[in-house]
Each structure stands twice: as structure tokens, then as C-alpha cells.
């Protein structure tokens, strides 16, 4: 019943992480791949594969930022794997500049933030870690984090909320547990009810056993409507098609309890990768402003938005055809089953009443 909590860490947390980063992973000079053998994580647990930085030896890493805590942070780079980069207060922390006649900014531990793009250069420790001696991230990147941020918190408490409730429910189920026994004490000291009694116990152990099922199916959600609109070349504005796609949608989940709305956008190959990593997030964001203020969705119902820039296309990049069909974003209707199944009332009643 817990695993919700664990499965959220947003709702964001699993979005970058598949994303993976826009970045490059190598040696000084020298693809990494080579010397940086990967390790798995230990059974239990979400797999992933992670590199090891070679102790002792220079290396450079870009990558987003999926985890944050203390004096490290783990990153995962373009080719899927995780990396564990730890800093100190020696770490250089600074702006990745495109001005050349002006100095770069200086940040703080503080602006390492989930969904961050950045690039470390370091050597590796004894354990595989790279220890940082500088970091940097352009201002436009810590921008979108930033706006990730102030997007997943509110999430994670909604999250909170919703395991203080699950332990109510707990409580609930157990309480309902004592009253079977109750029921069974009965049953044996009343020798003319002992089937009616045996009956309703039998009745509020499936009672129990239908709540604990919605408990556990909160955080399992299906997909019920999905549509997926288009835009021009290098361009976040929504046309009018687009916009007649959003309403319908729209009022297809006003009329649905439980439910959130997924939206993530995507480019063409068209342009380099670092626009079109921003250019996704423009889709992405421009949907989500669209719903909030045009059809009035709550913005709790809608996931955190994400752009995807070029990775997972639907269509061949190479084709004119292709590419405008990956210049999009897809928007999804997801209802919780836990909310939206039905459970039928437990009565109990006492022999002779």
C-alpha cells in the first residue's frame, strides 16, 4: 500500500529519469563506454544501469540530474546510464556562458536541481563515483528546472496526503478484522445463530478483502482517451485543429472521477538537439496553459508537462512526412482504478436482530 509513495517520486522523477538527458558521456577526449563498465542495482529495486567512473582519471560527464541528496546527486546521461557525482564545497558550481566578454555566474549546492542539464568534469573515486571539480549548466537550463521544481513539490504532497489516508484506511480495515473476531465469539456462545453469524463474518472478510484491493489499486492507473496534436516547424503555438483537439478531450475528462491528465512533447529532427529539447518543452507547456486557462482544468489533475526533445519518434526523421508527424505532443486521460471501482457495502448484523 506504501508503494505509492515510492512510485511518485513525480510522476518527475520517473519522467527524467527515462529521458535519460541530453548529453555526452566521455574521458577527456575519449568515449566513454571503454573503461566505464556498467553495474547493476541490486534486486528489489528498479534496475538500472550504472556506470563507473574510473579512479583516479579525468572525466567528463553531461547528463540531467534525476536524484538529489546532501553532497551527491545522480545523473543520467544520453546512453541510459546512471551516475553517481559527489561534490564538496571546493566544487566549482558555475554558468555554462555563451557571452564570451562576460565572466561566468557563480551558484550554490542549492541550484543542483532534479531535471538540471549539466556538465561535470571530475576524477573517480574507490567506489566508481565521480567526485566533481566543476559543474556547470547554462541559465536556461536551470530555469526548467526550477519550473520542474515548483511542479513536482505539490505533487509530493498530494502524495503525502494520500498515504496519511491509506494508513486511515489501515486503521479502518482493522477495525473491521476485530469485529470478525467479535462476530466469531458470538457465533460460538449462540448455538441457534451459529450460521448467520458464520455467514456475515464470511460477508466481512470479503469486505475486507475488496477494500484492501482499492487500496492497492490508488496508484494504478489506465489509460481511457488519448490524442495527440501536431505543430509547425520550430514552432510551440497551438493551431486551430489543435485547440479543437484539447476541448474535446477536455470535456471527455470533466465527466470522469480520479482522473489526471499525462502531456508530453516531442520534435522532429530538425534543428540541434539542445533547441529541440527546449522546443519540446514549449509543446509540452503550451498544451497544459491551454487547459488550465481555456478549458478550466485544475492543475493538480495534470502531471508534471515534459519534452522529450527528439528520443522515442513515431514516424522516420529522414521522410518530410515523418518528421511532421514527431513534431507533437501526446495528452492522456488516466483514471485511477482504486477511485473509480465499485465496492458494495458491508452490513453486519448480530444473531437474533
Not at 509540452?284 to 491551454?290: I, L, N, Q, T
Amino acid at each position: 500500500m506504501r508503494k505509492i509513495i515510492t512510485s511518485a517520486a513525480f510522476i518527475a522523477t520517473l519522467c527524467l529519469s527515462s529521458v535519460g538527458g541530453a548529453g555526452l558521456t566521455s574521458q577527456l577526449g575519449e568515449p566513454s563506454g571503454g573503461k566505464n563498465q556498467p553495474m547493476a542495482e541490486p534486486q528489489g529495486t528498479e534496475q538500472r544501469v550504472m556506470a563507473m567512473a574510473p579512479a583516479g582519471k579525468k572525466t567528463r560527464v553531461e547528463g540531467r540530474i534525476i536524484e538529489q541528496g546532501g553532497d551527491r546527486f545522480m545523473l543520467s546521461d544520453q546512453a541510459g546510464s546512471t551516475w553517481t557525482v559527489k561534490f564538496s564545497a571546493s566544487t566549482r558550481i558555475e554558468e555554462k556562458k555563451g557571452n564570451p566578454f562576460r565572466s561566468a555566474k557563480k551558484y550554490s549546492s542549492a541550484e543542483l536541481l532534479r531535471g538540471l542539464q549539466v556538465e561535470v568534469e571530475g576524477k573517480g573515486d574507490v567506489t566508481g563515483a565521480l567526485f566533481a571539480d566543476l559543474i556547470r549548466f547554462t541559465s536556461r537550463e536551470l530555469e526548467i528546472a526550477k519550473s520542474l521544481d515548483m511542479r513536482v513539490q505539490p505533487v509530493e504532497r498530494r502524495l503525502h496526503v494520500t498515504e496519511d489516508r491509506l494508513g486511515q484506511a489501515e486503521q479502518s480495515t482493522r477495525r473491521l478484522s476485530d469485529q470478525v473476531v467479535e462476530l466469531n465469539e458470538v457465533s460460538n456462545m449462540a448455538r441457534g445463530g451459529a450460521r448467520a453469524a458464520q455467514d456475515t463474518a464470511d460477508a466481512a472478510m470479503a469486505g475486507v478483502g475488496r477494500t484492501n484491493q482499492r487500496i492497492s489499486a490508488l496508484d494504478d492507473y489506465e489509460e481511457v482517451r488519448a490524442t495527440t496534436v501536431n505543430f509547425r516547424t520550430g514552432s510551440a503555438v497551438l493551431s486551430a485543429e489543435a485547440k479543437s483537439q484539447l476541448d474535446e478531450l477536455a470535456e471527455q475528462a470533466k465527466f470522469r472521477n480520479g482522473y489526471l491528465i499525462e502531456v508530453a512533447g516531442f520534435a522532429s529532427s530538425d534543428g540541434d538537439e539542445q533547441f529541440n529539447q527546449m522546443l519540446s518543452q514549449s509543446r509540452a507547456e503550451a498544451v497544459v496553459r491551454y487547459l488550465a486557462h481555456e478549458q478550466l482544468i485544475p492543475l493538480r489533475r495534470i502531471t508534471m508537462p515534459f519534452g522529450y526533445g527528439t528520443i522515442r519518434p513515431v514516424a522516420d526523421n529522414t521522410t518530410h512526412e515523418g518528421r511532421i508527424r514527431n513534431r507533437r505532443v501526446e495528452v492522456r486521460i488516466l483514471v485511477s482504478r482504486g477511485l473509480t471501482s465499485s465496492g458494495t457495502p458491508v452490513e453486519i448484523s448480530r444473531p437474533g436482530d
